[in-house]
T-cell receptor
Framework: GAVVSQHPSRVICKSGTSVKIECRSL??????MFWYRQFPKQSLMLMATSNEGSKATYEQGVEKDKFLINHASLTLSTLTVTSAHPEDSSFYIC????????????FGNGTRLTVT | AQSVTQPDIHITVSEGASLELRCNYSYGATPYLFWYVQSPGQGLQLLLK??????LVQGIKGFEAEFKRSQSSFNLRKPSVHWSDAAEYFCAVGPANNAGNMLTFGGGTRLMVKP
């Protein structure tokens, strides 16, 4: 079945540094990928919609300069948390859908980011 | 605007007992409805989905859900819960014209299973 791979699964970084998270669709092409953020014991909050070959669409309240999204190919989207601060510590999850089959979203296993 | 409500934040059931997780939605058009399960520190796994047709849908791991348009509900059920079912469950709604479009999630229900 369709698989979305997210890397790394866990990352610890120092305050002020940047962290890149990758989201890959392994056996299908995804024109659109979605990035979610999940705080402990809470639901998923959509951060942005990543569109292949064009700029990402950010949800209200999400800083586009802080959370840089690049969707350079039909199988890869990256989220870069720039100048990370402790309040950016969270669980980040990406998802994607097979553009050819209009299938439901498949989710990556998430990335636990801890900023010290 | 669309919204999804899962009234129960936590539910505890005994192993072998039946389970029903509630989900109510508000959506301006015909929705696609989904249930996902999340184990700790993991992503989401699709349990089942409703697009159209039979309002009782079967999913993986013995789960089923029933779409009731009149009640705007899509409750998840399982006749006999196993200890491995302990996890967080999310109901979600999306636009009917695009199954792969962004979803709106409910707040989640944490299921605990007593031995």
């Amino acid at each position: 079945g369709a698989v979305v791979s997210q890397h790394p699964s866990r990352v610890i970084c120092k305050s002020g540094t940047s962290v890149k998270i990758e989201c890959r669709s392994l056996d299908f092409q995804a024109t659109t990928m979605f990035w979610y953020r999940q705080f402990p014991k809470q639901s998923l909050m959509l951060m942005a919609t990543s569109n292949e070959g064009s700029k990402a669409t950010y949800e209200q309240g999400v800083e586009k300069d802080k959370f840089l999204i690049n969707h350079a190919s039909l199988t890869l989207s990256t989220l870069t948390v720039t100048s990370a601060h402790p309040e950016d510590s969270s669980f980040y999850i990406c998802s994607a859908s097979d553009k050819d089959t209009n299938s439901p979203l498949h989710f990556g296993n998430g990335t636990r980011l801890t900023v010290t | 605007a669309q919204s999804v409500t899962q009234p129960d934040i936590h539910i505890t059931v005994s192993e072998g007992a039946s389970l029903e997780l509630r989900c109510n939605y508000s959506y301006g058009a015909t929705p696609y409805l989904f249930w996902y399960v999340q184990s700790p520190g993991q992503g989401l796994q699709l349990l089942l989905k409703y697009f159209s047709g039979d309002t009782l849908v079967q999913g993986i791991k013995g789960f089923e859900a029933e779409f009731k348009r009149s009640q705007s509900s899509f409750n998840l059920r399982k006749p006999s819960v196993h200890w491995s079912d302990a996890a967080e469950y999310f109901c979600a709604v999306g636009p009917a014209n695009n199954a792969g479009n962004m979803l709106t999630f409910g707040g989640g229900t944490r299921l605990m299973v007593k031995p």
